[in-house]
Structure formats: structure tokens, C-alpha cells
């Protein structure tokens, strides 16, 4: 079963507005962490935000913020005030608890800013 | 500078090479992991390694084998290369209070 559901595989924002990228999961595992990573062109992935499960507030990093709703099981990532360099893919992943690390990842939504 | 690094960046194969990919981390991490990555997949787990020594099947395991050489290594082996492994690769090593790093990636074309 697809543990991490990202259903926008594109999204277009103006330059300086807000945009919001939709992340879905599905865990059973009460300690968990939910991660959003960028990839540019360049291909290389680029952490932006990292949200636990137990964590009380919101995680925010710069213009990144985490929507985390957690009986709707949802981490959606809210960019504000894009720019034009934050045309890229974007990348929604889990990592439960447990003995292992393993970081399962969405299919990603890729995001284009336009002036 | 710290980090991941593999090689090679670019690989291309025949049909029924073998190649391996290499992957070292100088951050002391325990657990270290191969991706791939194709269009509209998002990147999907082959293999981790949660400690020098153990290694597990991820979601695609199927026509790949790891090796966990020491705590600094861990390479991906591909036996007999077919054109479904056409892909981008990348290993990525973590440390459950620090996060995830991942190396700049290989991009395999199987012909």
C-alpha cells in the first residue's frame, strides 16, 4: 500500500504568492517523521523541513512552513512568497519508527513559478 | 567536503553487464541506503543498510545486490544490467538526530 500520497504532479504560482504543496500519509506507527525535500534540475535533493509526530507546533524554516494536520494524516508544505528559483520538484517522505531509518518517499509534485 | 559521495556520475551499459556503483559517507552514519529514481516514480528504496554489517530488501530489490564493505561504504551491484534498471540512482546515508544526506546521484542508461 502506498504509504505517502502526493496528488498534484504539477502546480503553477505567480511569483511572490503562496503556493501549497499536498502531502498525504499512512502509518500505523505512532512515532514517526515527515520530511519535504527540493530537487532542481541539477538533480540534486535539498532538505527543506522536518516535522514529528509528537511535535506540538507547525515546523517553519525560512519561507518553508509544514501544515500538519495529524488526524487527517496530512503534511502539506506551504511556500511563501515564491520566487522564481523555486521552480523544482518537490518531494514528500515519511520515516516511521522502529529499528530501521528507511525514508519512503512520495511521487512528487513538480512546482513552476512564473513571473 | 563532508557528505556522499558515488560513482560513477554517468554510466553507460549493454544488456547483461554487470557494473557497481559506489557510494562513501564521511559523517560516521550507521545507516545508509540505495534509491532509484525514475520519471513520475518518485524515488523508490532498493536496499538499506542499518548497520555496518546487515543489509535489507527495500521496495525494489529485484535484479540488485548491496554490499555494506564498512561503516564508509556501501555499493550497489548490478549482476546483469537490463534496460528497466535505465535509471537515476542515488545512495544516501542518515543518522536518526541529524537527517538524511544524499550523494549528487548516477545516471545508468542500459542499451
Known amino acids: 500500500a502506498q504509504k505517502i500520497t502526493q496528488t498534484q504532479p504539477g502546480m503553477f504560482v505567480q511569483e511572490k504568492e503562496a503556493v501549497t504543496l499536498d502531502c498525504t500519509y499512512d502509518?500505523?506507527?505512532?512515532?514517526?517523521?515527515l520530511f519535504w525535500y527540493k530537487q532542481p534540475s541539477s538533480g540534486e535533493m535539498i532538505f527543506l523541513i522536518y516535522q514529528g509526530s509528537y511535535d506540538q507546533q507547525n515546523a517553519t524554516e525560512g519561507r518553508y512552513s509544514l501544515n500538519f494536520q495529524k488526524a487527517r494524516k496530512s503534511a502539506n508544505l506551504v511556500i511563501s512568497a515564491s520566487q522564481l528559483g523555486d521552480s523544482a520538484m518537490y518531494f514528500c517522505?515519511?520515516?516511521?519508527?522502529?529499528?530501521?531509518?528507511?525514508?519512503?518517499f512520495g511521487t512528487g509534485t513538480r512546482l513552476q513559478v512564473f513571473p | 567536503n563532508a557528505g556522499v559521495t558515488q560513482t560513477p556520475k554517468f554510466q553507460v551499459l549493454k544488456t547483461g553487464q554487470s557494473m557497481t556503483l559506489q557510494c562513501a559517507q564521511d559523517?560516521?552514519?550507521?545507516?545508509m541506503y540505495w534509491y532509484r529514481q525514475d520519471p513520475g516514480m518518485g524515488l523508490r528504496l532498493i536496499y538499506y543498510s542499518a548497520s555496518e554489517g546487515t543489509t535489507d530488501k527495500g521496495e525494489v530489490p529485484n535484479g540488485y545486490n548491496v554490499s555494506r564493505l564498512n561503516k564508509r561504504e556501501f555499493s550497489l551491484r548490478l549482476e546483469s544490467a537490463a534496460p528497466s534498471q535505465t535509471s537515476v540512482y542515488f545512495c544516501a546515508s542518515s543518522t536518526r538526530d541529524l537527517g538524511y544526506t544524499f550523494g549528487s546521484g548516477t545516471r545508468l542508461t542500459v542499451v
Open positions: 502509518t500505523s506507527d505512532p512515532s514517526y517523521g
Open positions: 517522505a515519511m520515516r516511521e519508527g522502529g529499528r530501521t531509518d528507511k525514508l519512503i
Open positions: 559523517m560516521n552514519h550507521n545507516s
